[in-house]
Every structure is written in C-alpha cells, then in structure tokens.
C-alpha cells in the first residue's frame, strides 16, 4: 500500500515477491543421491501432505492444495542435509522433479567456550567466535563438544543445479523477486555429543569463507550480497554482504541454513510447450537454459501438457536444450533472445528418437 506510484514493481521491472494464491495440482519425482541412485526411506513434504520414498526413491501427491508461486518439496533422510526444491505450479497438470540428497560427512569438532577456526574440503571455512554457541530448540548456552558438518557447493561444478536447495529464485532486502547467479553456496549443521542441534547466539556471528574458482575470478564483484534458504517461503533470502578478500569471499551470519554468494540479476517470464511431430505433449522432459556470456545455466521438467515456465535473465542470449532426463541426450536445440518483456515460445514440435518413446495403454 506504501508503493502505489509503481505497483509494486521496481524501476528495474522486479516485481514484489507473492505466494498467496493456491491452486490445485499433482507433484511427483524421484529423490537421488549424489551418485544418482535412488534413496529409499526419505521422508518427503509438501506443505501438510508427506511422503516416504520406496526403493525407487520416488514420491508421489495426487491433486493437493498447494502455492502457485512457489511450492516448496522438503526431504529429510537421517545423515543427509536437508534437500529442498521450490517449483512454480500450474494448475490442474502433473509436475515432475528429481532432487539430490548431500550426504553429511567428515565432521570436524571444535570447543564451544573457546570457538575455533573449522576448514572444509574445497577451500572454505567456517570461524565462530568464543561462547557462541546454543541449544537450537530453546537458546540455551551449550558449553561443549561442537561437531560441525560443512559443505561447500562448487558454483562452477557441472551438478551445480541438482544440488542447490530451491531454484535460485530469490526475495531481495525490499522485498522484491530476483534470479541469482551464484559464485559459491555453503550448508552449515552444528550438533552436541547427543546429536540434538545446535545454533549460533542471537548475539553472536561467525564468519564465513568461500572460495572463488579461477573461472569466476574476473567477474566477481568486490562486494556482493548474502542471501539464505528461507525453508519457510522456498526462497532464497537477502541478509548482508560479503566482500572480496584474495580469492575468497567473507561474510559474517547470525545463523545457520545454505547461506550463498550471489548476484541478484533481473529477469523475464519464459514459457515453452513441447510436442512430438503428432502433436502428443512431451511430458517429464528436462528442458535445459545456458546463459551464452556467462556459461550459467538452470533447468526445469515440463509438466503432463508439455509445459514449462520459469524465470531467465533479461536482454541476454540464450541457447534452450531439450533433453531426455535419464541420459541427458540433447534432442532439441535452438538460440533464445529476451528483451525487457516475457518470452513464450508457444508450441514447439520435437522429433524424438524412436529408440527413447514407449506406448503405454
């Protein structure tokens, strides 16, 4: 109500972040390790709806109530970090997923009173400061024994997209809906010597170090936002900044979840509808978008009409593939340009390889 003069939308074409309306729809997939084998007995939620994967890892929800905007699947698995996937909805269709599961290993352990410096494999580092640490359930002081899992996610790493929590849409520090373009991510879990979970003080900090790769080095900016996963919205959230120190970036948090170094970068609405040559939609079909300056890329799976919308950059060129999820099989490929306004391909016919297509009556 305070931004009548524009609407709620930036002078940049942001507009405000909303998750009100809710439609009805079908979500499905399958949960995966990071070896690309299915995990069984992982629990998988979607608002009050749950779900235990089978041997085939796989999940299913049949016509239920959920956001349009964004629908956050949350999967818990014991010695996993938590695997979170936001999806736009369309309503009345079957959306497919996949989701990778991190597994939590090679812990490191430092004195709560006296704090300590934790490295973690890939270069980054965690500093906690003297008596930071707390009971998560109830801020009491823990004194103790801290055992840390860390995990740094590669921003130039070709699994990249299978192991990001949510879908690299964010909600800047005024509220409005951006796209990030990452140059490092970092999961973070602390525990006591019973296992119950621990947290940073409310009045504390501690400092985060993430490596930049060579490859990022020349375009990463002096200064550049931090943003969490808010597994309250499935987005990602603006919360400081973290500056360029040699070839790592460093930033202080009040507390912990994925925490990522990013660039928020305006986008545009892109939708595709992909059919056969018989006009049979092309459901479940990995469709693939490559920023072409950049070399970063995201993807999404159509849904039962052959459908698939999200965000990209604005005024940018890129190049849309058409995959075969199991193989990744490129069978589609064709140049995109975006402007300053949404882009819909409209229907687009795809001839696929007879060896990939089955009838099931």
Request: aromatic share 10%; glycine share 8%.
């Amino acid at each position: 109500s305070c931004r009548k003069s524009n609407n709620g939308t930036s002078s940049s074409g942001s507009v405000f972040f909303e998750n009100s309306k809710v439609v009805q729809g079908t979500i499905f997939g399958q949960v995966i390790g990071e070896n690309g084998l299915p995990i069984e007995n992982a629990e998988v939620k979607v608002g009050t709806n749950t779900f235990i994967t089978g041997k085939d890892g796989s999940f299913f929800f049949s016509k239920i109530n959920t956001k349009k905007n964004a629908t956050l699947i949350t999967v818990n698995k014991n010695n996993h970090y938590t695997g979170y996937k936001t999806l736009k909805i369309t309503a009345n269709t079957d959306h497919f997923t996949k989701i990778t599961l991190l597994e939590m290993k090679s812990p490191s352990t430092f004195n709560a009173i006296t704090g300590g410096v934790v490295n973690i494999a890939g270069g980054a580092k965690v500093t906690f400061p003297a008596n930071a640490i707390v009971y998560k359930s109830n801020n009491t002081p823990y004194t103790g024994t801290v055992t840390m899992y860390g995990r740094w996610i590669d921003p130039s790493g070709s699994n990249l997209l299978n192991e990001i929590p949510g879908d690299l849409r964010a909600v800047d520090a005024e509220n409005y809906e951006r796209i990030l373009q990452t140059f490092g991510m970092m999961a973070v879990e602390l525990f006591d010597d019973a296992n119950q979970p621990l947290q940073i003080a409310t009045s504390k900090t501690a400092q985060l170090s993430f490596p930049i790769p060579n490859s990022l080095m020349s375009k990463a900016p002096s200064t550049i936002p931090l943003w969490f996963f808010d597994d309250a919205t499935g987005m990602w959230k603006e919360e400081g900044s973290a500056t360029k120190q040699g070839n790592n970036y460093i930033g202080d948090v009040k507390h912990f979840s994925f925490w990522n170094c990013d660039v928020p970068n305006n986008y545009v609405n892109f939708d595709v509808t992909l059919q056969d040559n018989s006009g049979n939609p092309l459901a479940n079909i990995l469709v693939k978008i490559t920023n072409t300056s950049t070399g970063l890329f995201a993807f999404g799976y159509t849904n039962s009409s052959g459908f698939v919308s999200g965000l990209v950059p604005d005024n940018a060129t890129l190049t849309m593939e058409v995959m075969v999820p199991i193989c990744n099989q490129v069978i589609h490929t064709q140049t995109v340009n975006t402007l300053s306004t949404a882009v819909s391909l409209g229907v687009v016919n795809i001839t696929v390889p007879p060896a990939n297509t089955a009838i099931i009556t």
